[in-house]
């Protein structure tokens, strides 16, 4: 019960900073910014047991009447479309909460209830109200316009420099592989407690720009600035060959082709794509095309007939 009673308050202190935020001098792009961090570490505190709940309760007290004496009282809005109703204090609060629908399970409602006719304005999205931190944060309209994140976890720290590209397996929700500007890529298992470095993949000379992982997820393919692309074993990380078209253009973006895994493309500096065997490592006659700039990012459309390149 106490801890349902933090998690509670926790949610009322969200909801009146909300309320407060546009008052904020803060640059507008970070209003959302705030609120996502506050609302961590509310639910980090809220999880923590051995607090008077009093104290809880006396703290959002004294946030609201601090909140109103810099900022001053919230006039109370005559419109009800919008779900929100301000006033000052802990009658605010108390106001908010009661204008939040409540789920009943079995039976629905009808269709010139009150409930119904919220639920037809947020959309058919009728948040409890133990979701009432997430709507006040998506601007009441949706739960999942803006989700707001529990908590973050440092789970990896091998690599030297930035991170720049992480990408699941295919249909594998435990390997996850990320490259780095330090030259290396790194493939782990996100399944177990701690996660664990399942490969190393290091090879490249200069800061790794892309990688891909293959159909089956057998190979991974990655790029450099270097100049050269590399095959790699996803399971020993060992490199199983090393493609370079001798243009000493630096390689930004790879894919492998979906229905055939033995051909892969690759965009680099020199505004060229190419597309390149794998079992030979040479260049596909007739596979290359020039940009009107750098080639940043490469995708096959859903027929697999077509490759999409952003350029520079």
Not at 179 to 191: C, E, I, M, W, Y
Not at 222 to 250: F, H, M, P, Q, Y
Not at 251 to 272: D, E, Y
Not at 283 to 307: E, I, P, R, Y
Request: proline share 3%; with cysteine; net charge positive.
């Amino acid at each position: 019960m106490e801890k349902k009673e933090a998690v509670n308050v926790a949610q009322q202190v969200l909801a009146l900073d909300t309320r407060y935020n546009a008052c904020r001098s803060l640059p507008r792009q970070n209003h959302m910014l705030y609120l996502r961090r506050r609302n961590q570490l509310l639910q980090e505190n809220a999880t923590r047991g051995g607090r008077d709940p009093s104290i809880r309760r006396g703290y959002l007290h004294l946030r609201a009447q601090i909140l109103a004496a810099k900022y001053g009282h919230l006039v109370k809005s005559n419109s009800r479309s919008t779900g929100s109703m301000r006033g000052s204090g802990r009658h605010s609060l108390q106001l908010s909460m009661e204008s939040l629908p409540v789920v009943r399970e079995g039976g629905g409602r009808s269709p010139g209830s009150r409930d119904h006719r919220r639920e037809s304005l947020l959309g058919g999205l009728v948040p409890t109200r133990s979701a009432e931190a997430s709507r006040a944060m998506a601007g009441d309209t949706s739960l999942a316009e803006h989700y707001a994140f529990c908590g973050m976890h440092h789970i990896f720290d091998r690599h030297k420099d930035a991170v720049i590209a992480i990408r699941f397996a295919n249909d594998d929700k435990s390997r996850l592989a990320c490259a780095s500007r330090d030259g290396t890529l790194s493939v782990f298992n996100v399944s177990t407690e701690p996660p664990s470095l399942l490969a190393t993949l290091s090879g490249h000379r200069r800061p790794v720009n892309d990688f891909d992982w293959s159909v089956a997820n057998e190979v991974l393919v990655s790029v450099s600035s270097d100049g050269t692309a590399r095959l790699w074993d996803s399971t020993t990380g060992s490199c199983l060959r090393e493609i370079s078209d001798g243009n000493s253009g630096r390689a930004l973006c790879c894919r492998f082709h979906p229905n055939n895994n033995n051909l892969v493309a690759i965009g680099n500096s020199k505004s060229q794509v190419k597309v390149f065997n794998v079992s030979t490592g040479k260049a596909v006659k007739g596979g290359s095309s020039k940009l009107a700039s750098a080639a940043l990012c490469l995708a096959f459309d859903s027929t697999h007939s077509h490759l999409w390149v952003g350029g520079q």
